[in-house]
Nanobody, 121 residues
Framework: HVQLVESGGGSVQAGGSLRLSCVAS????????MGWFRQAPEKERVGVAF???????NYAYSAAGRFTISKDSAANVLYLQMNGLKPEDSAMYYC????????????????WGQGTQVTVS
């Protein structure tokens, strides 16, 4: 089992940047496939960025070129650097982890954080 706690959300103007963090406890993240997901009001949760156990990454089209997912396995933290933020990026952002490679498909992930709100105006 792993517990996940996100932080780093906030309100920024369009074009600004935020770095989200997801601190894991209970297990080391090096053996988990992890991702960032977001959900806007009245919309379905969608995948934003994914990182596998070896560090390979994958991004949603909307995030590619602007967002960067990374992890510090020694510190047990997952990050999402978001640059060039747009109003359409406003959502609750969640990190998730699983023992299986689920990629950007949010359904099936076993472990979720509580989310951190990002608002871009």
């Amino acid at each position: 089992h792993v517990q996940l706690v996100e932080s780093g959300g906030g309100s920024v103007q369009a074009g600004g940047s935020l770095r989200l963090s997801c601190v894991a406890s209970g297990s080391g993240i090096s053996t988990f496939y992890m991702g960032w997901f977001r959900q806007a009001p009245e919309k379905e949760r969608v995948g934003v960025a994914f990182i596998d156990t070896g560090g390979a990454t994958n991004y949603a089209y909307s995030a590619a070129g602007r967002f960067t997912i990374s992890k510090d396995s020694a510190a047990n933290v997952l990050y999402l650097q978001m640059n060039g933020l747009k109003p359409e990026d406003s959502a609750m952002y969640y990190c998730a982890a699983d023992r299986y490679n689920l990629g950007l498909a949010w359904r099936g992930y076993s472990y979720w954080g509580q989310g951190t709100q990002v608002t871009v105006s």
